[in-house]
């Protein structure tokens, strides 16, 4: 079991920049990538960003440039660092933990934290 704790949410103005983080516990070395998500009221989750167990990333075309990826192996958490941001980056974002036991692949959810992006 791997358990994921997001924090850093809130609301910002247009051009303003915040910090997500998320701290995972329980079977870490199973973990082979992170990644970041998010929903936006009537629209489907999708892909803001992964970071993979070898360090490689990858992020959805509307965030290239402005979002960052990074993590913190000692503390095992991931963060994502959000510039520019803009009213589409609205959302509930949600982290994402991929742990492979052998052939069995088991995605793991945070809780949520809502980034909400207004004047």
Do not use: H
């Amino acid at each position: 079991q791997v358990q994921l704790v997001e924090s850093g949410g809130g609301l910002v103005q247009p051009g303003g920049s915040l910090r997500l983080s998320c701290a995972a516990s329980g079977s870490i070395v199973s973990i082979i990538a992170m990644g970041w998500y998010r929903q936006a009221p009537g629209k489907q989750r999708e892909l803001v960003a992964v970071i993979a167990s070898g360090g490689s990333t990858n992020y959805a075309d509307s965030v290239k440039g402005r979002f960052t990826i990074s993590r913190d192996n000692a503390k095992n958490t991931v963060y994502l660092q959000m510039n520019s941001l803009k009213t589409d980056d609205t959302a509930v974002y949600y982290c994402n933990a991929v742990s492979q036991r052998g052939i069995r692949v088991t995605d793991y959810w945070g809780q949520g934290t809502q980034v909400t992006v207004s004047s």
